[in-house]
């Protein structure tokens, strides 16, 4: 994706084979069976999880979300998932060195997006800024939300660049908004560079189908009315800016037009 003078290149981490109504637990089976080829032959979603590597010609290197890590255990009792701990070859065959990396944005503290944040207790991407949201921080980190979690990310305290109100602009291309609902500090990154642009947007919206249905209620939303609510106004802007979106879950980490 060039954006430009900005390149936007996916990063999967992995895919995670996931029944539809643990994502969103209001929606009938036979809404997704008239998909097409939305189901697999089991009757589940593919969810890829990862995120993405923007390189701008100044030689910036930011990694937008983090995947699941080692052995990622993603769903409550689930198993392994069988695609998985990808992200760090994905971005050797970039010729992105985890050294090299000069910031990471995690859109929010949800475990399947912070699993690469650390390695045995030492950050994975030794030189980077980690960009996140305070209200996330206080939450996950200070607070006891998720040991799990708490364990990936306590490690980035030195290395944390806490933002707190409603934006950042760490570079001039890029702008972090808060968008929370799915979590206390989730955000939106919005890359803007020379009259295009692109919204890297989290978990604001898991899959595609749910464009057309921003009251849909996502199971692992914080709170279910803000997170609707921020879908239905994120929504409005993005088509009236014509701004295409992309999440981490999306299928393929592909991008999708509002037009």
């Given at each position: 994706?060039?954006?430009?003078?900005?390149?936007?290149e996916?990063?999967?981490?992995?895919?995670?084979?996931?029944p539809?109504?643990?994502?969103?637990?209001?929606?009938?089976?036979s809404?997704?069976?008239?998909?097409?080829?939305?189901?697999?032959?089991h009757?589940?979603l593919?969810?890829?999880?990862?995120?993405?590597?923007a390189?701008d010609?100044?030689?910036?290197?930011?990694?937008?979300d983090?995947?699941?890590g080692l052995?990622p255990?993603?769903?409550?009792g689930g198993?392994l998932?069988?695609?998985r701990?990808?992200?760090?070859?994905?971005?050797?065959?970039?010729?992105?060195?985890?050294?090299?990396?000069?910031?990471?944005v995690?859109?929010?503290?949800?475990?399947?997006?912070v699993?690469?944040?650390?390695t045995?207790?030492?950050?994975?991407?030794?030189?980077?800024?980690?960009?996140?949201h305070?209200?996330?921080?206080?939450y996950?980190?200070?607070?006891?939300?998720d040991?799990?979690v708490?364990?990936?990310?306590?490690?980035l305290?030195d290395?944390?660049?806490?933002w707190?109100?409603?934006?950042?602009?760490?570079?001039?291309?890029l702008r972090?908004?808060?968008?929370?609902?799915?979590t206390?500090?989730?955000?939106?990154?919005l890359?803007?560079?020379r009259g295009?642009?692109?919204?890297?947007?989290?978990?604001?919206?898991?899959h595609?189908?749910?464009?057309?249905?921003?009251?849909?209620?996502c199971?692992?939303d914080?709170?279910?009315?803000?997170?609707a609510?921020?879908?239905?106004?994120?929504?409005?802007?993005?088509?009236?800016?014509?701004?295409?979106?992309?999440?981490?879950?999306f299928?393929?980490?592909?991008?999708?037009?509002?037009r």
């Amino acid at each position: 994706m060039e954006i430009g003078d900005v390149t936007v290149e996916p990063l999967t981490d992995g895919v995670v084979p996931m029944p539809p109504n643990l994502l969103y637990p209001d929606v009938p089976m036979s809404v997704w069976q008239a998909l097409p080829g939305v189901l697999d032959r089991h009757g589940m979603l593919q969810i890829p999880f990862g995120g993405f590597l923007a390189t701008d010609r100044q030689g910036h290197r930011v990694v937008f979300d983090l995947g699941g890590g080692l052995a990622p255990q993603l769903l409550p009792g689930g198993e392994l998932p069988p695609v998985r701990e990808l992200l760090p070859e994905r971005l050797e065959k970039l010729d992105c060195p985890l050294g090299s990396v000069t910031d990471v944005v995690l859109s929010h503290l949800h475990i399947d997006h912070v699993g690469w944040a650390s390695t045995a207790g030492v950050p994975t991407f030794p030189r980077a800024r980690h960009h996140i949201h305070a209200a996330d921080w206080k939450y996950f980190v200070d607070g006891d939300a998720d040991d799990a979690v708490r364990g990936k990310v306590a490690p980035l305290r030195d290395a944390a660049v806490l933002w707190e109100g409603g934006s950042v602009s760490p570079y001039d291309w890029l702008r972090l908004v808060h968008a929370p609902g799915h979590t206390p500090g989730a955000s939106v990154a919005l890359i803007e560079s020379r009259g295009r642009s692109l919204a890297l947007v989290g978990d604001l919206f898991h899959h595609p189908a749910a464009l057309d249905h921003p009251h849909w209620r996502c199971g692992f939303d914080w709170d279910a009315p803000a997170a609707a609510a921020t879908r239905a106004l994120w929504l409005e802007t993005l088509r009236a800016t014509d701004t295409p979106l992309v999440g981490p879950h999306f299928p393929e980490l592909r991008p999708v037009s509002l037009r």
